[in-house]
């Protein structure tokens, strides 16, 4: 222009990371980066001049995986995005169990249970819990035997077939 003063118009993105403005009174135009905007895990940044998304993404940056076990047989897993903490990822999985050592009356088992998880973020988990006794198993009735002068007698009972304990009627 004869004035040296250019008449811009708005500046319009070419979808490419750049924007580019035209002067209404020359055939001339110039071309800038975008700038501006934070990107985040779900979208692009913003440039501050053109309005248009441009870059890349910036994907989900989770954290170390935290396992919980709720119950002997509940586990769950849980990582967060470095990025943003309201992105969450969790999976809460019914684990199998496996008895290691049965328990009787006379000592405490061992079970074993296992957790595996769909989502492969998460690894196995394995936990190791103690079986409380198990109950006195009884054999038959004993009816009670009197003292003679030769034996002795013994009351009314019933045995435990594991552990021999003698137990009366109450």
Same mark, same amino acid.
């Given at each position: 222009?004869?004035?040296?003063?250019?008449?811009?118009?708005?500046?319009?993105?070419?979808?490419?990371? /750049?924007? !580019?403005? *035209?002067?209404?009174?020359?055939?001339?135009?110039?071309?800038?980066?975008?700038?501006?905007? $934070? +990107? @985040?895990?779900?979208?692009?940044?913003?440039c501050?001049?053109?309005?248009?998304?441009?870059?890349?993404?910036?994907?989900?940056?989770?954290?170390?995986?935290?396992?919980?076990?709720?119950?002997?047989?509940?586990?769950?897993?849980?990582?967060?995005?470095?990025?943003?903490?309201?992105?969450?990822?969790?999976?809460?999985? /019914?684990? !199998?169990? *496996?008895?290691?050592?049965?328990?009787?009356?006379?000592?405490?088992?061992?079970?074993?249970? $296992? +957790? @595996?998880?769909?989502?492969?973020?998460?690894a196995v988990?394995?936990?190791?819990?103690?079986?409380?006794?198990?109950?006195?198993?009884?054999?038959?009735?004993?009816?009670?035997?009197?003292?003679?002068?030769?034996?002795?007698?013994?009351?009314?009972?019933?045995?435990?077939?594991?552990?021999?304990?003698?137990?009366?009627?109450?």
């Open positions: 222009p004869a004035t040296g003063v250019h008449d811009w118009n708005a500046w319009v993105s070419n979808g490419d990371g /750049t924007h !580019t403005r *035209t002067c209404n009174n020359s055939s001339h135009s110039e071309t800038q980066n975008c700038s501006g905007g $934070t +990107a @985040t895990c779900d979208g692009k940044a913003v501050s001049i053109c309005g248009e998304a441009y870059g890349e993404k910036l994907g989900h940056d989770y954290g170390e995986v935290k396992y919980t076990w709720t119950r002997d047989n509940t586990c769950k897993a849980e990582r967060v995005c470095k990025h943003d903490s309201t992105h969450i990822e969790s999976e809460t999985v /019914t684990a !199998t169990g *496996t008895t290691i050592t049965a328990a009787t009356c006379k000592e405490k088992g061992k079970m074993k249970y $296992t +957790a @595996t998880f769909v989502n492969t973020a998460f988990q394995e936990k190791e819990v103690d079986i409380d006794f198990a109950p006195h198993t009884f054999g038959e009735w004993k009816d009670e035997i009197p003292a003679t002068t030769e034996d002795f007698g013994t009351k009314g009972h019933k045995d435990c077939t594991a552990c021999g304990k003698h137990f009366d009627k109450d």
